[in-house]
């Protein structure tokens, strides 16, 4: 298959821990980087390869990834933390660009 | 600090061509290793991949819209552009320019966009 597969909505309880997930055949080759877009923003890079963050993200954003899911770690959710996560990914013969369908993320 | 702004008409009629144009500054589009590419998003909806074009001229697009696609460079102005044949309603979406970057090195391989543009709406309307 040729997707990434994500649950369309997480909740977390303020400073709490979540982990969003994506899924899909691709992620055994590549890395999902993670794009975080909140409402009426455009979308904005937070993880990226391995574990890495770019400059100005908090380092409560982490990633991790296991066989073919891929896994974007919130440790002590905040406010500002609320809006939709997509994975993305180049398919294994690199050709083309996966999305994730996007989870949004609510933060009670 | 690379940046990338989307230009180009908000309003096209069906069946005509939409034409848009991402300028990019305080990078040169010649620089090497990046996929200059193209995003748009339907009202309320996920991130859809349109394509991209390498910056020796290579391009990738998307199966579902190969078709009605090209996107080309122009290294004089630093800039690439998009331009989406016999356009319907639905091809309305807000379109994203944004540089995509590839790596592999041992046993980490990776794709990722780090900069866009702000989006362009563009509507599909009579």
């Known amino acids: 298959s040729s997707e990434l597969t994500q649950d369309p909505t997480v909740s977390v309880a303020l400073g709490q821990t979540v982990r969003i997930t994506c899924r899909g055949d691709?992620?055994?080759?590549?890395?999902a980087s993670w794009i975080q877009q909140k409402p009426g923003q455009a979308p904005v890079l937070v993880i990226y390869g391995k574990n890495n963050r770019p400059s100005g993200i908090p380092d409560r954003f982490s990633g991790s990834s296991s066989g073919n899911t891929a896994s974007l770690t919130i440790t002590g959710a905040q406010a500002e933390d609320e809006g939709d996560y997509y994975c993305?990914?180049?398919?294994?013969?690199?050709?083309?660009?996966?999305f994730g369908g996007g989870t949004k993320l609510t933060v009670l | 600090q690379v940046q990338l702004q989307e230009s180009g008409p908000g309003l096209v009629k069906p069946s005509q061509t939409l034409s848009l144009t991402c300028t990019v500054s305080g990078g040169s589009i010649n620089s090497g290793g990046y996929y200059w590419s193209w995003i748009r998003q339907h009202p309320g909806k996920g991130l859809e991949w349109i394509g991209d074009?390498?910056?020796?001229?290579?391009?990738h697009y998307n199966p579902s819209l190969r078709s009605r696609i090209s996107i080309s460079v122009d290294t004089s102005k630093n800039q690439f552009s998009l331009k989406l044949s016999s356009v319907t309603a639905a091809d309305t979406a807000v379109y994203y320019c944004a540089r995509g970057f590839f790596y592999m090195i041992i046993d980490e391989g990776a794709y990722y966009f780090d900069y866009w543009g702000r989006g362009t709406l563009v509507t599909v309307s009579s």
């Open positions: 074009i390498y910056y020796r001229g290579r391009t």
């Open positions: 691709s992620l055994r080759t590549y890395y």
């Open positions: 993305n990914s180049r398919n294994s013969s690199g050709n083309h660009v996966l």
